[in-house]
């Protein structure tokens, strides 16, 4: 056998015919940096350490599929197991003592494959070397992500899964401290919409999808990641009760169908304003005109790609980037001047000021505000919460006002003491009489 199609110990290689797989590969790495001299492929050092995920088209469930398969073909992974020791190492890990997010299964597995294909080295061969060149090599990623530019949550991110790796492997003083992170430090700007402007991009979305997703984000403060993986079945009961302010429950084996649904595996569940509601219900009637009944497994927003066959079409929901869309262009049509910064994750925090503006006489409890966020609370607070009085609750929320900025605020008394001959006077003012004094005199009242 030819020297050069032969492998050193320890290098990763992707051989055979060209498939989905290496159709991917060759937008991911650059063609001409990873074929070598034989015409098999080798990962060139210099390119595989970018970025996070292979870009997607939005309306390709195969090439989502085809990011997905490529840290798992090269690390061996089937689950939560691979057939490398060092990776099955970190699986069982996080699979046992931590909280088996799938989640994290994708961002620990992309990391270290990205990591070990920047170096040219499997997992186990990894693990064997020496502490001071694993340092090295930890500290080189760290120029590099610095020099490109990202974030230091993004750098912290890998830095802490590198470690953690490396430690269920017995590596355990890799002395190696991601940059310091400083107090509100974020890389991008945000613009949080108000609850008038929230409103206002419902009322100018495209359509009944578009809408109703705004102000289920805007206004139950659901995240994208449970947007998505929301099936007709979660909705369908309450809305066909006509009930005004649906409950939305988020638990966890809605990580069964997107990954971060159910963050930390908190159940915890919300409701709908009026509104929303009300446009879900017509969104919904929209659909069954077009598509026949709705199943209950299906998910509860689609995608209106139609270039696809309508009996797909009802059983493809959007992704993150095409949610991500549709608020920018909603905040564009709206008229916000820094629309571009109007993300989902933004209208969550809309939800906040919904919650916290309220008048007094419609405010929640901070623990109720809490608990619809899927926050835990502080201490033994979150023990002794109450969330089975689904009702009382729904109550309290149905009281709640969208905007509160234009809430009636209470109008203020102002009283006065008059002579008997100055009441005809103020009777034609609008003051009204309160009470007789024993001198005679009145007090008299008017609003103000």
């Known amino acids: 056998m030819n020297r050069q199609n032969k492998r050193k110990k320890g290098q990763l290689k992707y051989g055979?015919?060209?498939?989905?797989?290496?159709?991917?590969?060759?937008?991911f790495f650059s063609t001409s940096n990873y074929h070598n001299s034989s015409g098999e492929k080798t990962i060139d050092t210099s390119k595989a350490f970018c970025d996070t995920t292979v870009s997607q088209n939005d309306n390709s469930a195969i090439l989502q599929c085809?990011?997905?398969?490529?840290?798992?073909?090269?690390?061996?992974?089937?689950?939560?197991?691979?057939?490398?020791?060092?990776?099955?190492?970190?699986?069982?890990?996080?699979?046992?003592?931590?909280?088996?997010?799938?989640?994290?299964r994708k961002t620990y597995?992309?990391?270290?494959?990205?990591?070990?294909?920047?170096?040219n080295v499997d997992p186990d061969t990894l693990v064997k070397m020496p502490k001071n060149r694993i340092k090295e090599m930890v500290e080189e990623i760290i120029k590099e992500m610095r020099k490109k530019g990202r974030s230091l949550w993004y750098i912290a991110t890998t830095v802490n899964v590198l470690k953690t790796f490396f430690r269920v492997n017995g590596l355990n003083n890799i002395e190696v401290s991601p940059p310091s992170i400083p107090p509100r430090y974020s890389k991008r700007s945000e613009y949080i919409p108000t609850p008038s402007e929230a409103l206002k991009m419902a009322e100018v979305a495209g359509n009944l999808r578009d809408k109703s997703m705004i102000l289920l984000?805007?206004?139950?403060?659901?995240?994208?990641?449970?947007?998505?993986?929301?099936r007709y079945k979660d909705v369908k009961d309450e809305l066909e009760k006509g009930v005004e302010n649906v409950q939305i429950?988020?638990?966890?084996?809605?990580?069964?169908?997107?990954?971060?649904a159910c963050k930390g595996n908190i159940r915890y569940y919300t409701f709908t304003i009026k509104k929303a509601t009300k446009t879900l219900k017509l969104y919904i009637e929209e659909r069954k005109r077009a598509f026949g009944d709705i199943e209950d497994d299906e998910p509860l927003f689609i995608t209106n790609y139609n270039q696809i066959r309508k009996e797909m079409r009802r059983k493809r929901p959007l992704s993150a980037r095409q949610v991500n869309r549709i608020v920018k262009n909603a905040a564009k049509a709206a008229g916000l001047e820094r629309w571009r910064e109007v993300t989902p994750h933004s209208l969550r925090k809309?939800?906040?000021?919904?919650?916290?503006?309220?008048?007094?006489a419609t405010r929640l409890d901070i623990r109720d505000q809490e608990f619809l966020f899927g926050h835990v609370m502080e201490g033994s607070m979150d023990f002794y919460y109450d969330w089975g009085k689904v009702e009382e609750l729904r109550e309290?929320?149905?009281?709640?006002?969208?905007?509160?900025?234009?809430?009636?605020?209470?109008?203020?008394?102002?009283?006065?003491?008059?002579?008997?001959?100055?009441?005809?006077?103020?009777?034609?003012?609008?003051?009204?009489?309160r009470f007789k004094l024993p001198d005679g005199r009145m007090i008299v009242e008017t609003e103000f």
């Open 217 to 230: 984000m805007a206004f139950s403060g659901l995240r994208v990641s449970t947007l998505l993986a929301l």
């Open 249 to 260: 429950k988020v638990y966890p084996e809605m990580k069964e169908v997107v990954a971060n």
């Open 66 to 104: 085809r990011r997905t398969e490529i840290w798992e073909r090269v690390l061996k992974i089937d689950g939560w197991s691979s057939s490398y020791r060092s990776v099955n190492n970190l699986l069982t890990y996080l699979g046992i003592r931590k909280s088996g997010s799938e989640a994290a």
């Open 396 to 433: 309290k929320f149905s009281k709640m006002i969208p905007n509160p900025s234009k809430a009636k605020v209470g109008k203020k008394k102002k009283q006065k003491i008059i002579d008997v001959n100055e009441v005809e006077n103020y009777l034609e003012n609008g003051w009204i009489v």
């Open 16 to 27: 055979g015919k060209s498939n989905l797989i290496d159709q991917t590969l060759d937008k």
């Open 109 to 119: 597995s992309s990391i270290i494959y990205r990591f070990c294909a920047r170096f």
């Open 350 to 360: 809309t939800f906040q000021s919904f919650l916290r503006n309220q008048p007094e």
